[in-house]
């Protein structure tokens, strides 16, 4: 599986709210950090972060590309209960198959125009 391969399936397993799928793609030296994170660690990431899912009106991945041998981008948008629709960018390090940090980029409401 490519590094792009392992974030695509932690983006689905997130989206199903499938803790058991998504536990093994993250290494247990995982750090997570966001502009409401800083640096947390695993445990924390899937109390906090990982059953948010549900949150969202729609939610789709836009864009994954592989930066390099290990970092891998990834840009989705997502619409809140409100209408209000986001795209955030997040830099993702894959290491021997496992994600093993995360660094989301929150952007600003999103309305489609170029």
């Known amino acids: ?3 792009a391969d392992v974030v695509r399936a932690a983006f689905e397993a997130y989206r199903q709210e499938d803790r058991a799928a ?6 247990p030296e995982l750090r997570f950090t966001s502009p409401q994170d800083d640096h947390i660690d695993r445990a924390a ?3 906090r972060c990982f059953p948010t899912a549900s949150r969202f009106r729609t939610w789709r991945l836009l864009h ?4 390099d041998d290990r970092d891998v981008y990834a840009t989705y948008e997502y619409e809140l209960p409100d209408g209000d629709t986001h795209r955030n960018t997040e830099l993702i ?6 994600i093993v940090e995360v660094q989301v980029f929150f952007g600003g409401r999103y309305d489609g125009a170029s």
């Open 45 to 47: 990431f899937f109390e």
């Open 22 to 27: 998504a536990e093994p793609l993250y290494g």
């Open 64 to 67: 994954v590309a592989e930066a």
């Open 93 to 98: 390090t894959v290491e021997d198959g496992r």
């Open 1 to 3: 599986m490519s590094n």
